[in-house]
């Protein structure tokens, strides 16, 4: 049945690898995971994009392109725990910061490692 409502597929990417893998560590890890699952769902759902994996390379958002999307929804809730948790300082995180701060956010998602084959 047809009920006219899109199916999405939201899946992990090479950001949340990269969080999972060592960037984000203990209490932070799981808070992060979800900011980036909710802030990649929310840029699909804005941009109507059903499947990041199955975005034709002529259009101008990419898989990147939602990556970088859910890393920026994760660094603002990181720069917001910080203060009053000062124990969950990453310098995985600290760096991406940095890149942000610099303009440079969309290279330093480029240049993350890929994710591993499914």
Same mark, same amino acid.
């Given at each position: 049945?047809?009920? =006219? ?5 939201? *899946?992990?990417?090479?950001? &949340?690898?990269?969080?999972?893998? =060592?960037?984000?560590? =203990? ?12 802030? $990649? ?7 109507? %994009?059903?499947? !990041?994996?199955? %975005?034709?390379?002529?259009? &101008? ?5 939602? $990556?970088?999307? =859910?890393?920026? *929804? ?11 948790? !000062? *124990?969950?300082?990453? &310098? ?7 890149? #942000?701060?610099? *303009? ?11 994710? !591993?084959? #499914?």
């Amino acid at each position: 049945m047809d009920d =006219g409502v899109p199916d999405y597929n939201f *899946g992990p990417d090479k950001a &949340a690898f990269w969080l999972m893998n =060592g960037a984000a560590k =203990g209490e932070l890890k799981r808070v992060v995971i979800f900011q980036h699952a909710v802030s $990649t769902a929310a840029f699909q759902l804005q941009h109507h %994009i059903q499947d !990041p994996r199955k %975005i034709p390379e002529n259009v &101008a958002e990419s898989l990147d392109s939602v $990556t970088l999307a =859910g890393l920026e *929804g994760v660094l603002r809730a990181y720069e917001n725990m910080l203060p009053a948790h !000062p *124990g969950i300082r990453s &310098a995985e995180l600290d760096a991406a910061l940095a890149a #942000r701060d610099k *303009g440079t956010l969309a290279q330093f998602v480029a240049a993350l490692p890929p994710m !591993p084959r #499914r």
